[in-house]
């Protein structure tokens, strides 16, 4: 076996792969380290137990989506309702690729580990929190350059990100975007000046 030179993060990303598509119960250590070539030894130096691994996982995740919300918040051009509906087709396009497939872990994950683990529950909570806090900041700089009426950011944010949770859910379980498509109607319709 080659050595990576972060092996940790590979086991992560492997993870990331089969986690999202399976579910957290249903992949088990071997088929993690199995498709990442990585033996037990390394798994365990990097992870005390497969809680943890999921722990750090969600906290990675959490880490790479808010690092691609901060590109929107962060942006020069364009209004910040135009920046808030490009999140939302961001969303719409990386959910509606199949309806089936959860890429978004906060989706697949949700239900699935927060009676499992506190851990896992917390981390999530926390970084949905987090998510609510970066699209909030969008509203706010829609509202200060006049793209978006006034809204209280907070709860439109929170309101939003419940909604198009929500949505993703039911396209999962009617494999069709209809849920979708609905969410971005219905977010268009409130975002208008």
């Not at 906290?59 to 808030?84: C, H, M, N, P, Q």
């Not at 969303?91 to 199949?98: G, H, I, R």
Request: charged content about 20%; glycine content about 8%.
């Amino acid at each position: 076996m080659n050595a990576r030179p972060d092996t940790r993060q590979h086991i992560l990303d492997t993870g990331n792969r089969l986690i999202a598509g399976k579910g957290f119960s249903s992949v088990g250590l071997n088929e993690i380290l199995g498709s990442a070539g990585v033996p037990k030894g390394s798994f365990y130096h990097y992870f005390e137990s497969k809680e943890q691994y999921g722990q750090a996982l969600l906290e990675d995740y959490f880490s790479r989506y808010l690092a691609s919300i901060a590109t929107l918040v962060e942006a020069k051009g364009g209004s910040g309702r135009e920046r808030l509906m490009q999140y939302w087709q961001q969303w719409l396009d990386s959910q509606c690729d199949t309806c089936a497939e959860s890429k978004c872990l906060v989706v697949k994950l949700s239900a699935e580990v927060s009676d499992l683990s506190d851990a896992m529950r917390l981390t999530l909570r926390d970084g949905t929190e987090r998510v609510i806090g970066m699209i909030a900041a969008l509203i706010e700089r829609g509202v200060a350059d006049g793209s978006l009426p006034t809204l209280d950011p907070h709860a439109t944010a929170q309101m939003l990100y419940q909604l198009w949770l929500g949505a993703s859910l039911l396209g999962k379980l009617h494999r069709n975007a209809d849920a979708l498509n609905n969410a971005m109607k219905y977010t268009r319709h409130l975002l208008s000046p």
